[in-house]
């Protein structure tokens, strides 16, 4: 990955690499179907967490604690093809092994029979419809029907297929008289296709995507991965605070509150600037979304255009575009305004100010937008609110600790009054129509102010202040190996000149190794025990006399097969996190030149050292014939 993960993404990266194998070996030794999903607020990085977790499926990661699985293939399923692109995109900036090729987004010209080992598909349900090219077979160059490659992958036994639901609680709305796409694709159709073998949903909230797998016959829930909404805001992944403004007074103040909106975005601009002059950072270009009513008039549009104009007189031309349903330029006031694919706008720095709808209340991620004028009235309070949702990622992706103004979002919203602006509270807090669904994390704030210095007070004193020393305190939930680790990776980063220590890797495992010596010598009598326990297998055989004796248990032991002992082993190495205990595994085998027991309470091996062949040589697996009489291979 090209990103460090937060721990708590992480933490449920490995959650649903866990799911991930357990599914995988259910299906492969008792074709039992299984679903589970992994939940987290908007802003959290659920694309992050699922490129990492895909990243480790198809390449390895000593890391995770996984190998590759080249018959590992995800089908990511979506009903948005803009959201498809999007996703591709982020995986693409944020892995380091996924390459294009590997990455398809399905669409008329594929011709495959199966979906192939090691790849991503991206799947937008409309190709599916009734009448789409992708869902008919036998014409021109297709002769299979998506549905048959679904088949085909599933029964061909070469290829394990993993569907990912991302936004799960859209695809899987109950259905009246007919099934919805993604629901036949996961429950499958008689004579089609055969129920997919996993489900992974994706989703801010689970409630519906449960509900629907509660409902499918002949699958396994497993428990869902959930991430703390208080471990996401204390990474500083999304703002601290939502600030809401509205007229406190009856009568119309959009052009008041527009001018206002437009200020805001100034003071975010001066800010930024002033951010990155002084933290030597990367600019920051904030973004100003006016969204309108659907059917918002020429004149009307014109009217807002030439108030932001005259607010803001330093934009250029390209800095105003639309993502209206109408793909084309439109022409408002003086001004040509484009339109622009919503998932571009980010990494579109010439755009500052943006038209919208309702096209970008989901499915649409730009920390830049951090100003919302919004006439939408109040029966659109979810809608305003999904939108304020996709805002409140930090730009940086940390918190600002000189500026907390760079920590807020600030809403203008001109049709609401004071009682309906509960609405948009109650759905940012996880408590409006559309339930958990809407929560953010960030405190929703009514009319927020920015408190400035106070210019009575010598500016000695802050001199004084900002001279005095200070560290950032340790996150209380960080994982310590995983600290140790990144210690490590920065002391020997020579980007930017020498390393600092060069051997720092080397010099934390054998510290670790000291450690764990030290302690399986406290603990030897355990360590033993251990492995013991591991070298051997305790069974049970039952038996029923006739005799009047009834029934009766006898226990006796025999030697671990290799087979089990490499799993435990692996096991084992992989349950020290942060990729430790295969560092430790790899020292101590350049070490001895072979491998032994370790503190870890087992035998740290990819293959059977010495000691155990020699342990099976003298003790093969053996079974009683019967009690008391000698015991046959």
């Given at each position: 990955?090209?990103?460090?993960?937060?721990?708590?993404?992480?933490?449920?990266?490995?959650?649903?690499?866990?799911?991930?194998?357990?599914?995988?070996?259910?299906?492969?030794?008792?074709?039992?179907?299984?679903?589970?999903?992994?939940?987290?607020?908007?802003?959290?990085?659920?694309?992050?967490?699922?490129?990492?977790?895909?990243?480790?499926?198809?390449?390895?990661?000593?890391?995770?604690?996984?190998?590759?699985?080249?018959?590992?293939?995800?089908?990511?399923?979506?009903?948005?093809?803009?959201?498809?692109?999007?996703?591709?995109?982020?995986?693409?900036?944020?892995?380091?092994?996924?390459?294009?090729?590997?990455?398809?987004?399905?669409?008329?010209?594929?011709?495959?029979?199966?979906?192939?080992?090691?790849?991503?598909?991206?799947l937008n349900i409309q190709k599916l419809s009734k009448n789409a090219g992708l869902a008919q077979g036998g014409r021109n160059l297709r002769q299979y029907s998506f549905w048959e490659v679904i088949a085909n992958t599933i029964n061909g036994g070469t290829t394990d297929l993993y569907v990912v639901l991302?936004?799960?609680?859209?695809?899987?709305?109950?259905?009246?008289?007919?099934?919805?796409?993604?629901?036949?694709?996961?429950?499958?159709?008689?004579?089609?296709?055969?129920?997919?073998?996993?489900?992974?949903?994706?989703?801010?909230?689970?409630?519906?995507?449960?509900?629907?797998?509660?409902?499918?016959?002949?699958?396994?829930?497993?428990?869902?991965?959930?991430?703390?909404?208080?471990?996401?805001?204390?990474?500083?992944?999304?703002?601290?605070?939502?600030?809401?403004?509205?007229?406190?007074?009856?009568?119309?103040?959009?052009?008041?509150?527009?001018?206002?909106?437009?200020?805001?975005?100034?003071?975010?601009?001066?800010?930024?600037?002033?951010?990155?002059?002084?933290?030597?950072?990367?600019?920051?270009?904030?973004?100003?979304?006016?969204?309108?009513?659907?059917?918002?008039?020429?004149?009307?549009?014109?009217?807002?255009?030439?108030?932001?104009?005259?607010?803001?007189?330093?934009?250029?031309?390209?800095?105003?575009?639309?993502?209206?349903?109408?793909?084309?330029?439109?022409?408002?006031?003086?001004?040509?305004?484009?339109?622009?694919?919503?998932?571009?706008?980010?990494?579109?720095?010439?755009?500052?100010?943006?038209?919208?709808?309702?096209?970008?209340?989901?499915?649409?991620?730009?920390?830049?937008?951090?100003?919302?004028?919004?006439?939408?009235?109040?029966?659109?309070?979810?809608?305003?609110?999904?939108?304020?949702?996709?805002?409140?990622?930090?730009?940086?992706?940390?918190?600002?600790?000189?500026?907390?103004?760079?920590?807020?979002?600030?809403?203008?919203?001109?049709?609401?009054?004071?009682?309906?602006?509960?609405?948009?509270?109650?759905?940012?807090?996880?408590?409006?129509?559309?339930?958990?669904?809407?929560?953010?994390?960030?405190?929703?704030?009514?009319?927020?102010?920015?408190?400035?210095?106070?210019?009575?007070?010598?500016?000695?004193?802050?001199?004084?202040?900002?001279?005095?020393?200070?560290?950032?305190?340790?996150?209380?939930?960080?994982?310590?190996?995983?600290?140790?680790?990144?210690?490590?990776?920065?002391?020997?980063?020579?980007?930017?000149?020498?390393?600092?220590?060069?051997?720092?890797?080397?010099?934390?495992?054998?510290?670790?190794?000291?450690?764990?010596?030290?302690?399986?010598?406290?603990?030897?009598?355990?360590?033993?025990?251990?492995?013991?326990?591991?070298?051997?297998?305790?069974?049970?055989?039952?038996?029923?006399?006739?005799?009047?004796?009834?029934?009766?248990?006898?226990?006796?032991?025999?030697?671990?097969?290799?087979?089990?002992?490499?799993?435990?082993?692996?096991?084992?190495?992989?349950?020290?996190?942060?990729?430790?205990?295969?560092?430790?595994?790899?020292?101590?085998?350049?070490?001895?030149?072979?491998?032994?027991?370790?503190?870890?309470?087992?035998?740290?091996?990819?293959?059977?050292?010495?000691?155990?062949?020699?342990?099976?040589?003298?003790?093969?697996?053996?079974?009683?014939?019967?009690?008391?009489?000698?015991?046959?291979?």
């Amino acid at each position: 990955m090209k990103y460090q993960l937060f721990d708590y993404q992480r933490d449920a990266a490995l959650g649903c690499l866990k799911q991930l194998r357990r599914g995988r070996r259910d299906w492969q030794e008792d074709r039992s179907r299984s679903s589970f999903a992994l939940s987290a607020i908007t802003g959290a990085g659920k694309t992050v967490i699922a490129t990492a977790v895909i990243e480790a499926m198809l390449h390895g990661s000593s890391d995770l604690g996984v190998e590759a699985d080249p018959r590992a293939t995800f089908m990511w399923v979506t009903d948005d093809p803009a959201l498809n692109r999007q996703t591709r995109n982020k995986m693409l900036a944020a892995s380091d092994l996924l390459q294009p090729s590997r990455l398809a987004i399905l669409d008329n010209d594929f011709l495959d029979s199966t979906l192939s080992g090691g790849r991503v598909y991206f799947l937008n349900i409309q190709k599916l419809s009734k009448n789409a090219g992708l869902a008919q077979g036998g014409r021109n160059l297709r002769q299979y029907s998506f549905w048959e490659v679904i088949a085909n992958t599933i029964n061909g036994g070469t290829t394990d297929l993993y569907v990912v639901l991302d936004e799960a609680h859209r695809g899987v709305k109950p259905a009246t008289d007919r099934k919805t796409i993604v629901q036949r694709i996961i429950a499958g159709a008689p004579g089609s296709h055969p129920a997919v073998p996993l489900v992974w949903g994706i989703s801010a909230t689970i409630a519906r995507f449960t509900r629907a797998m509660d409902g499918v016959a002949d699958r396994t829930n497993y428990p869902h991965i959930e991430v703390d909404v208080d471990r996401v805001r204390a990474s500083g992944l999304i703002k601290d605070e939502i600030g809401l403004d509205e007229p406190d007074e009856k009568g119309a103040f959009g052009s008041t509150l527009l001018r206002e909106a437009v200020r805001s975005a100034l003071d975010y601009d001066r800010r930024w600037r002033d951010y990155a002059t002084e933290q030597n950072s990367p600019e920051v270009l904030p973004v100003l979304v006016v969204q309108v009513a659907d059917k918002a008039s020429d004149a009307h549009l014109t009217e807002l255009v030439n108030v932001i104009d005259s607010e803001w007189p330093a934009l250029g031309p390209g800095a105003v575009a639309h993502v209206f349903g109408e793909h084309e330029r439109l022409h408002i006031g003086g001004r040509a305004v484009d339109w622009v694919a919503p998932e571009s706008i980010e990494n579109d720095h010439t755009i500052r100010v943006v038209l919208a709808k309702t096209a970008i209340s989901t499915g649409w991620d730009c920390p830049r937008a951090e100003v919302l004028y919004s006439e939408r009235p109040a029966a659109d309070a979810t809608h305003i609110a999904q939108i304020i949702g996709r805002m409140v990622r930090s730009p940086l992706a940390h918190r600002i600790a000189t500026d907390d103004a760079l920590n807020t979002v600030a809403c203008y919203l001109p049709k609401f009054n004071r009682d309906a602006l509960h609405a948009i509270k109650d759905e940012l807090e996880g408590n409006g129509k559309s339930g958990a669904e809407g929560r953010v994390g960030a405190t929703v704030v009514r009319a927020p102010k920015v408190f400035e210095r106070n210019l009575q007070v010598p500016a000695d004193v802050f001199d004084l202040i900002e001279a005095l020393p200070s560290l950032p305190a340790p996150d209380a939930l960080a994982n310590p190996l995983r600290r140790a680790k990144e210690l490590t990776r920065l002391l020997t980063d020579n980007i930017t000149g020498t390393a600092l220590l060069p051997a720092a890797g080397q010099r934390l495992t054998k510290a670790l190794n000291a450690k764990l010596d030290g302690l399986a010598a406290q603990h030897a009598e355990a360590v033993a025990a251990n492995v013991q326990n591991i070298e051997h297998a305790d069974l049970a055989r039952g038996r029923y006399s006739f005799d009047g004796s009834g029934f009766r248990y006898e226990t006796y032991q025999v030697a671990t097969h290799a087979t089990d002992l490499e799993r435990e082993v692996r096991k084992i190495i992989r349950s020290v996190r942060e990729g430790v205990g295969m560092d430790i595994h790899g020292a101590r085998r350049d070490r001895r030149g072979r491998t032994r027991s370790n503190a870890l309470g087992a035998t740290s091996s990819g293959r059977l050292c010495r000691r155990h062949q020699e342990h099976h040589r003298r003790n093969p697996r053996r079974l009683p014939a019967s009690p008391g009489a000698d015991r046959s291979a």
